[in-house]
């Protein structure tokens, strides 16, 4: 099947200071989504993008989707504490025969430091 | 707004017991999923259900199975726990297929001893 090769897997930032994480994949997508998991709780939607090429802002969010559709990025500027979380990324794609395929990346660890 | 529920919150289940898990959605979506997530290795599907009536598998179904006899309910059935299958269960919702857009619920985190 399809896979998503997010990156980095854990990241230590100080308080303010802007965080980048990413998906590849060696598939093409027609949709990427981000979503934020908190600690003991399901992931919530963040960002779904939906062209390549596409750059879509949720507050100090930003995400964008790939010229190629084989990737996305995910950037967090003046980070704080409540960032603090899993993120995951996820491509979504036709697989045939009327089917659509959701593939998760295995997430990003954000830990923030006061 | 309820969203999804799941039940139980947590649950610990000695081996070669079965545990029903459930879920609940009252947004009307047509397709459920659940997932397991496992440190180091994300979210994984299970089984998944376009519409009432229909299942399918996932990348991890054995030792699993699901029914959804109507659209808002979509219950995971372990019938004989073994200790791999200890992890945090979710169980998601999608309006559209080609949106690819879920809603999660809070997780079901299950121990097998």
């Known amino acids: 099947g399809q896979q998503l090769n997010q990156s980095p897997q854990s990241m230590f930032i100080q308080e303010g200071e802007d965080v980048s994480m990413n998906c590849t994949s060696s598939?093409?997508?027609?949709?990427w989504l981000w979503y934020k998991q908190d600690p003991g709780e399901g992931p919530v939607l963040l960002i779904a993008l939906y062209k390549a090429g596409e750059l879509t802002s949720n507050g100090r969010l930003t995400a964008q989707f790939g010229i190629t559709r084989k990737d996305s990025f995910l950037n967090i500027s003046a980070s704080i504490p409540s960032d603090v979380g899993i993120y995951f990324c996820?491509?979504?794609?036709?697989?045939?025969?009327?089917?659509?395929?959701?593939?998760f990346g295995k997430g990003t660890k954000l830990s923030v430091i006061p | 707004t309820a969203g999804i529920t799941q039940a139980p919150t947590s649950q610990i289940l000695a081996a070669g017991r079965s545990m029903t898990l459930r879920c609940t959605q009252d947004m009307r979506h047509n397709a459920m999923y659940w997932y397991r997530q496992d440190l180091g290795l994300g979210l994984r599907l299970i089984h998944y259900s376009n519409t009432a009536g229909t299942t399918g598998k996932g990348e991890v179904p054995d030792g699993y199975s699901v029914s959804r006899a109507n659209t808002d309910d979509f219950p995971l059935t372990l019938a004989s726990a073994v200790p791999s299958q200890t992890s945090v269960y979710f169980c998601?919702?999608?309006?559209?297929?080609?949106?690819?857009?879920?809603?999660f619920g809070e997780g079901s985190r299950l121990t097998v001893l």
């Open positions: 996820a491509g979504h794609a036709y697989s045939g025969a009327g089917s659509y395929q959701l593939t």
């Open positions: 598939s093409i997508f027609n949709t």
């Open positions: 998601a919702s999608r309006l559209a297929r080609d949106t690819g857009e879920l809603f």
